[in-house]
């Protein structure tokens, strides 16, 4: 592994041999090809767990070539595959189990969101990086604004839990 931190990413930078860098990228792009066609036939947890290779793979490709506008946007289209997924199989699952999933689908796109910046600072006058910074930033809004229903679930489970925790402490409070 080698990577460098210098503020013009194309000087400075270790190179590396690109028959490692096109093969992982093609790995990659068949476990999203695989991915995406489980999700097609509704195989949600096939699809999740093709999605976290996909994401290991991403992280090789950042690894080998931070400055590499494939690397970075492996990264970005893995996980917001992933919290699309989520989002998908909580619409069939038990509405107790929804919100759970539901802030599994929000947890990728932070995920995401952290690593980019992550990225943008050791990389900052790479466009790629910032252009898949402003992309992760604005996910999580799209996706709530995409899937209201996901807001108001996520609130009322947190309204849910503050009652239960409330009353909680009430009747300890009680029995002392």
């Not at 950042?62 to 909580?90: C, G, M, W």
């Amino acid at each position: 592994m080698h990577t460098y931190l210098a503020a013009n990413h194309k000087r400075n930078v270790k190179q590396h041999d690109t028959t490692d860098f096109k093969t992982i990228l093609g790995k990659w792009e068949k476990c999203i090809v695989s991915a995406n066609n489980a999700f097609s036939q509704k195989h949600w947890l096939s699809s999740i767990a093709l999605y976290y290779r996909a994401i290991a793979l991403a992280n090789q490709l950042l690894r080998l070539s931070p400055y590499r506008k494939e690397a970075i946007f492996s990264l970005l289209v893995s996980f917001h595959n992933l919290s699309d997924t989520y989002v998908q199989y909580a619409l069939e699952t038990e509405t107790d189990e929804r919100t759970g999933i539901y802030k599994m689908a929000l947890t990728a796109l932070r995920d995401v969101k952290n690593r980019i910046e992550a990225q943008a600072i050791l990389l900052a006058d790479n466009p790629d990086v910032l252009r898949a910074k402003r992309i992760a930033n604005q996910q999580p809004w799209l996706l709530l604004k995409q899937y209201p229903q996901l807001s108001t679930d996520l609130t009322s489970s947190l309204a849910n839990k503050s009652s239960s925790t409330a009353l909680t402490a009430k009747k300890n409070k009680t029995n002392h």
